[in-house]
């Protein structure tokens, strides 16, 4: 049987470098952004900002951007096509939102059918003019105003590109925005912020909630940034680590973001041995070398509170459970559905087609571990065009030679255009 030995350097992180793309363009002068994931989502975002009078080039394997203020975007001559990426539509939506300039945002199928009044809910209470298409989706027409109100939003719905977003805008408006997010949720806005000496406050108001309070407009001087690499990325070949016995990984230089590595809590609950080593801090993010080896796993109950911190890695913590002893349950999935595709069908519908015990109830899912399922026959793995549901199945592939066939390929270069070439070298010392 297979097994994954050895180290990878796994490819830069997806919302840093959104950020980091979107706070360099906001500088006064050039940034060199290094480690910058080239992923299609990625360069959607790079290819909004060049259309809205960015000047940004490669150089090496560097990227230099050539910022033009808070308040500094011009009037786009065509649309603003987001492709499948829900980040660039969420922050750019709110960045152009405090220029005065108008701009049409569209994406793909499944972008299209993703809720945007979520976010222009707050945009249009600030005074901003949004045009919908019925009334929730894409394409969608902003016509911004440096005049939008800064006001106190109370955010009830956990999302870190709602609140992103929010941010984005208010750093060219001159007053008081403050943000209560009543779930905190990933916090590399934050961290960017701070590093990039942009002043802010966030006060803990309990366990789960904050608030975050900025005072526009903002001059952000320009400070090249160096991307962690993604924890989201690495994830897949962890629990490929833990499911192949005789596996032994070591990643280095992932983001150790408190706010991105709980599935390695959840991993660890589970008798994952997985051990996280923090070596430095890079840009505002602490990064560490994380290493993983085969383990028994066993079932476990994964509490709801837990899901604005795993929402992106339940797909692959599902193939872990899948080989796990007993019974898991994953508690509050809703905002799943909501995703590149809805992740409680793509995720359930796969396993069972291959004969795992899984259910959905309300919002949770339920899955049996087996590790006895013999899979002697091709089985083709519906992605629904998303990339993290095929590089799971991917992953769970490696158990059953290449008897699971993924039906698009393709849809993993949205996050990981390396992620084939790096799970062929994991392999390919055996
Ligand atoms: C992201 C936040 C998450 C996540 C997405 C990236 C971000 O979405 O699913 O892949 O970069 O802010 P929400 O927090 O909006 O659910």
């Known amino acids: 049987m297979l097994k994954l030995k050895g180290s990878i350097k796994i490819s830069g992180d997806k919302s840093i470098s959104h950020?980091?793309?979107?706070?360099?363009?906001?500088?006064?002068?050039?940034?060199?952004?290094?480690?910058?994931?080239?992923?299609?989502?990625?360069?959607?975002?790079?290819?909004?900002?060049?259309?809205?009078g960015i000047k940004i080039i490669k150089k090496g394997s560097n990227w230099l951007v050539y910022g033009n203020g808070t308040g500094g975007y011009m009037q786009p001559s065509q649309v603003l096509d987001c492709g499948n990426s829900g980040t660039t539509s969420r922050l750019m939506i709110g960045?152009?939102?405090?220029?005065?300039?108008?701009?049409?945002?569209i994406g793909d199928k499944s972008l299209s059918k993703r809720s945007m009044s979520r976010l222009t809910i707050f945009l249009e209470k600030m005074g901003a003019e949004i045009k919908l298409t019925k009334k929730d989706f894409l394409p969608l027409q902003v016509s911004g105003d440096v005049n939008l109100i800064p006001m106190e939003h109370v955010m009830e719905k956990a999302s870190a590109q709602v609140k992103s977003a929010i941010i984005l805008s208010a750093v060219n408006l001159r007053g008081k925005t403050k943000i209560i997010e009543k779930r905190n949720t990933r916090d590399h806005t934050e961290r960017l912020m701070s590093y990039l000496k942009i002043k802010f406050k966030k006060k803990i108001l309990n366990k789960r909630s904050s608030l975050i309070e900025l005072n526009g407009p903002y001059e952000i001087k320009p400070r090249d940034i160096i991307v962690a690499s993604d924890p989201s990325s690495a994830a897949f070949f962890l629990v490929g680590a833990l499911i192949l016995p005789k596996s032994n990984i070591i990643l280095k230089n992932i983001a150790i973001n408190k706010t991105r590595i709980a599935f390695i809590d959840v991993l660890k609950k589970m008798g994952g041995k997985i051990n996280v080593k923090k070596t430095k801090t890079v840009s505002g993010e602490d990064i560490g070398d994380i290493y993983a080896s085969y383990s028994s796993l066993k079932g476990i109950e994964i509490?709801?509170?837990?899901?604005?911190?795993?929402?992106?890695?339940?797909?692959?913590?599902?193939?872990?459970?899948?080989?796990?002893?007993?019974?898991?349950?994953?508690?509050?999935?809703?905002?799943?559905?909501?995703?590149?595709?809805?992740?409680?069908?793509?995720?359930?519908?796969?396993?069972?087609?291959?004969?795992?015990?899984?259910?959905?109830?309300?919002?949770?899912?339920?899955?049996?571990?087996?590790?006895?399922?013999?899979?002697?026959?091709?089985?083709?793995?519906?992605?629904?065009?998303?990339?993290?549901?095929?590089?799971?199945?991917?992953?769970?592939?490696?158990?059953?030679?290449?008897?699971?066939?993924?039906?698009?390929?393709?849809?993993?270069?949205?996050?990981?255009?390396?992620?084939?070439?790096?799970?062929?070298?994991?392999?390919?010392?055996?």
Do not use: W
């Open 95 to 105: 960045a152009v939102s405090s220029n005065p300039i108008n701009c049409t945002f």
């Open 303 to 430: 509490q709801s509170t837990l899901s604005p911190y795993l929402i992106d890695e339940y797909p692959i913590l599902s193939i872990a459970a899948s080989q796990a002893n007993g019974t898991t349950i994953m508690k509050g999935l809703s905002e799943l559905r909501h995703k590149e595709s809805d992740r409680i069908k793509s995720i359930t519908k796969n396993l069972s087609k291959l004969g795992f015990n899984v259910v959905s109830k309300n919002e949770n899912i339920i899955i049996k571990g087996s590790k006895k399922i013999k899979i002697n026959n091709q089985k083709q793995i519906k992605t629904y065009g998303d990339h993290r549901i095929a590089m799971s199945f991917a992953i769970l592939g490696l158990l059953y030679k290449d008897n699971l066939v993924i039906d698009n390929e393709a849809c993993i270069s949205i996050s990981y255009p390396n992620f084939r070439d790096h799970l062929k070298k994991l392999t390919s010392l055996y």
């Open 19 to 52: 950020r980091a793309l979107i706070f360099a363009s906001l500088s006064t002068g050039k940034v060199k952004i290094s480690n910058l994931l080239e992923s299609d989502d990625v360069m959607r975002t790079l290819n909004v900002l060049r259309e809205l």
